[in-house]
């Protein structure tokens, strides 16, 4: 993902005159709802029969989407077993470590000894890194590679992405299998040994392994926002990637904790000039014949977003990054026959629903504004708002029961992700006292505001915004300049 530079300072005033990301997103969602809700008036008022359509279109799109996310969940109650110990030993590893210095100049050197003691003993560690300005934190790092021959401290010059970082990484890369990093990544031991065990039976070119959220160091009680993110990763890793992966026979490299054969990676390299080089490069991978596994057996720990600003921030390129990739390859994907039947329809309904499921949902705010409005023009679908991430629709008993189920069918959906994510959760995280706010919070605004993100990336992507900013990796005001930087 491509690193803005450091601000002179006119454009630093530029920046400052920039909307927040609060403001934005308001302006963005009124501007949105309120040219859908004059949409909907005005397909009433030139027919009723075409409104009613619509509706029942959304509905059908949103119990699909329910039933999938349904099915994924029994698909990942039993949770992906590695092959047996292959009796060929360990090759040669290395750890690439992408860091942008600025950024994560306070948690770099704790991230490399964790590497280091946690990974296998022949393991070399390669810090590949830019910064626009010397730091003081590059003589440490420089002291401890000559204390350590395993590490090696690589600072890429004009590099301005995570992408390039890697990719120039890659030229000095002696391991057989190569674990991709960012900054604030802590793989538990056995981490390489295990995936590894996939690579060996020949059935994998790529381990991705999960991302939990770990507690800094020195912190010492989970904010609300840790909570959230904790639970959503234990959904996002336990139950989305590895139910979709078994339903569409193949995963996707979520940019840290994977693991790569070096030969493959090479050959896909990064794409600087794609907001989401993990994704791009999962597809890319998966054209050429590619295998990716997910096995969330593999742990990594790393930090949530310190602040909701940049937990926005995060979702806006997350969002904007899958967009990007659908646009550039979901044509060619659905159309390749190299690819199986069941991932070319994993893909389409992969990339396809991240395109259009945002849209969908902000139907159905102003199809219920339309009706509270007009109560006397009620078609045969009431829209209701933001069942736990899922927006369900109802109709009069009498004309259509079968809308009420949508809504039961919706929660119990997201509660099935839920429960299957709790089961598998790391002891440190099955608690309901992180996975009850989370519902609930899903339930009141969570799930609005990624699907708002979601949708304002959007129109970024289309009106050629590519700026974003970098994820602090701690809160205060030193991580949040460099961030902004």
Request: proline share 6%; aromatic share 8%.
């Amino acid at each position: 993902m491509p690193i803005p530079p450091l601000e002179d300072e006119s454009s630093s005033r530029a920046s400052a005159r920039r909307p927040s990301i609060a403001r934005e997103l308001i302006v963005n969602e009124v501007t949105i709802i309120g040219a859908l809700l004059l949409f909907v008036v005005g397909l009433d008022a030139v027919s009723n029969r075409a409104r009613e359509g619509l509706e029942l279109i959304v509905v059908a799109v949103l119990f699909l989407a329910a039933a999938v996310g349904f099915i994924e969940a029994l698909a990942a109650l039993r949770m992906p077993k590695p092959p047996p110990h292959p009796e060929v030993p360990l090759p040669s590893t290395t750890a690439i470590i992408a860091a942008y210095l600025p950024n994560e100049a306070d948690l770099i050197v704790e991230t490399i000894e964790h590497h280091l003691q946690a990974g296998p003993p022949d393991l070399q560690v390669i810090v590949a890194y830019n910064t626009p300005t010397p730091l003081d934190v590059e003589f440490d790092l420089l002291e401890l590679a000559q204390r350590e021959p395993r590490l090696v401290v690589l600072q890429v010059e004009h590099s301005t992405s995570k992408a390039e970082n890697v990719n120039a990484a890659l030229a000095v890369a002696t391991g057989e299998i190569i674990g991709v990093f960012d900054a604030d990544h802590h793989p538990q031991a056995g981490s390489y040994q295990r995936a590894w065990r996939w690579m060996a039976a020949d059935v994998a070119d790529v381990v991705q392994g999960r991302c939990a959220v770990r507690m800094a160091s020195g912190k010492t009680r989970r904010s609300f926002l840790d909570i959230i993110v904790t639970a959503e990763f234990e959904q996002i890793y336990t139950v989305s990637h590895p139910g979709r992966t078994r339903l569409q026979g193949f995963g996707i490299f979520g940019g840290s904790n994977g693991y790569w054969r070096a030969e493959s990676l090479r050959a896909m390299r990064l794409d600087p000039t794609a907001l989401t080089e993990d994704i791009d490069a999962s597809v890319r991978l998966l054209r050429s014949g590619g295998r990716i596994i997910t096995d969330p057996g593999i742990v990594s720990g790393e930090l949530a977003p310190p602040s909701l600003r940049a937990l926005c921030h995060q979702r806006l390129r997350w969002s904007q990054g899958w967009f990007q990739v659908a646009r550039r390859h979901l044509g060619a994907l659905v159309a390749d026959e190299s690819i199986g039947v069941r991932s070319r329809i994993g893909s389409a309904w992969l990339f396809g629903t991240a395109a259009v499921m945002p849209w969908i949902g902000a139907l159905t705010i102003p199809v219920s504004i339309q009706h509270f409005l007009f109560p006397s023009n009620a078609s045969s679908v009431r829209e209701n708002i933001g069942l736990f991430g899922q927006y369900a629709a109802t109709l009069p008993a009498e004309r259509s029961p079968f809308i009420g189920y949508l809504v039961t069918f919706g929660m119990i959906s997201f509660l099935t992700q839920a429960a299957v994510a709790f089961r598998h959760a790391l002891p440190g995280s099955r608690r309901l006292w992180i996975f009850a706010p989370y519902v609930v919070a899903s339930a009141i605004c969570f799930s609005h505001l990624r699907t708002a993100c979601a949708r304002l990336s959007h129109v970024r992507e289309l009106s050629g915004q590519a700026d974003w900013k970098v994820t602090p990796r701690t809160a205060g005001r030193a991580a949040a300049a460099a961030a902004e930087a």
